[in-house]
């Protein structure tokens, strides 16, 4: 896959259409061809029969739409979650996970080769930061677990514990992304947001613009301007910390973005767009997991429509810290509950396999 070409999917389905009608030939075939590419799910441009051949030669000098070549993958104990090591035009790699559970198919997807944010508990964070990803390379990765998907219908792998339905009954299509893979997706906003608009529309994936949550660690910019574009996803804040002080000493970016100015960006978002933040807090024992600490989240969350999810810590090579128990976790809960605040605890899935929050990592990236 050379760089030089224009990647297909990296375009939205107008700028398809205009690449098309430059070479003065009819929108019907560009249409097929956006078909081809997101509904077909084609490989090549071979398999793409009913295109000209006029259509096709010119695809074929110019353009690219290739898979993201497999370098590894590994599927955890349990056989929710795969995890595929996915390598790009340059010769860095990037990670990309799929999760089934309760009859859910979601992709996590990274945005970012490495990430500059640098939180301590982080393996990304830990590399370092390489580069952005393009439009392109963010719509392949879900390209790529949709096709991993449809291509292991038939198998019978264990969608949720007790599901006994006939394969040939489920739904095996992506129908859910998290943007919470490698990098900071506010970060690398506009190619992020167009690759979201090519994954949203109706006549290609399809997937509700509800059916993706963004999560970054508190970029104010990008938050605002979520809001100020109107922009449907859901989104997720990394808190880790209820003061200034606290949070820093786990984010790096806190000092960029100071909590203070974190909460008003947030109010503004949900002023603006009238819908809750999910708030994620790492739970790491004896660090940020006392009854002191959720009283301080459930005080700083006073007002803004909120839901807590703490996620227990998921161990990396370059942090000591371990994850807090049950119990601690149980009496957060119930301390947030005091303050009308609901949450969740994250299911620890993936662990085995590093695919958990905060593990992705390509050590052999470049
Ligand atoms: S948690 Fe997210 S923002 Fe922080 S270093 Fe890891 S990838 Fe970057």
Sequence with gaps: MSSNLLNLYGLTRAELGSLVSGWEISPVHAARLWRYLYLDGADTLAEMTELPARLRARLEAGTTFGRLAVARETHSGDGFTRKYL??????????TVLMRYKGRTT?????QVGCAMGCVFCATGQMGYT???????IVAQAIHVDRVLRHTADEAPALA???HSSPHHRHERLRNIVLMGMGEPLHNYDSVMKAVDILCDGAGLGLGAKKITLST?????????LADERRPIYLAVSLHGATQAERATLVPAARAWPLEMLMEACRYYTDKMERRIFFEWTLI???NDGPEQAHAVGSLLKGVPAQVNLIPLNPTAG??????????????????AGYSIPSTVRQRRGIDIGAGCGQLAVAEAG
């Design 86 to 95: 996915l390598g790009l035009a340059d010769a860095h790699r990037i990670e």
């Design 107 to 111: 992709a996590c997807i990274s945005s």
């Design 131 to 137: 580069r952005h990803l393009t439009p392109a390379e």
């Design 161 to 163: 514990e007790g599901d």
């Design 217 to 225: 660690v508190g970029v104010v910019p990008g938050i605002i301007r």
């Design 285 to 287: 024992e004896g660090k």
């Design 319 to 336: 942090y000591g810290g371990a994850p807090s128990h049950q119990a601690a976790a149980r009496r957060f809960q119930d301390i947030l």
